[in-house]
């Protein structure tokens, strides 16, 4: 079964970027679609974005044109770059390993989770 580590998260003033990584052990990443998930304070987990084994990629409304997720299977990592970060960011982030990727991320069945990584945007 994949196994999921994330890094990269931290505080960061509004307006700043943040680049996290998931990394993958276990099979190889290549064949799996990778998501990226968020749990701001008081709230659910929403699934945020998501790339395919094709690399297609799906973002939420919310994140669209600020956030860009990419892979690199020679890594064994899936990135997720955040731009123009805003307080609503804050949360924890969390990769996983979903059955697919479409645009329904939070419907999706999940394979692995990764333990997750805070993300601060406070000025």
């Known amino acids: 079964q994949l196994q999921l580590v994330e890094s990269g998260g931290g505080l960061v003033q509004p307006g700043g970027s943040l680049r996290l990584s998931c990394v993958a052990s276990g099979p190889q990443l290549d064949v799996y679609s990778i998501a990226w998930f968020r749990q701001a304070p008081g709230k659910e987990r929403e699934g945020i974005s998501c790339?395919?084994?094709?690399?297609?990629?799906i973002y939420v409304n919310s994140v669209k044109g600020r956030f860009s997720i990419s892979r690199e299977n020679a890594k064994n990592t899936v990135y997720l770059q955040m731009n123009s970060l805003k307080p609503e960011d804050t949360g924890v982030y969390y990769c996983?390993?979903?059955?697919?990727?479409?645009?329904?991320?939070?419907?999706?069945?999940?394979?692995?989770w990764g333990q997750g990584t805070q993300v601060t945007v406070s000025s």
């Open positions: 790339i395919s084994n094709t690399y297609r990629t």
């Open positions: 996983a390993s979903p059955v697919g990727c479409l645009p329904n991320i939070d419907e999706l069945p999940i394979g692995s």
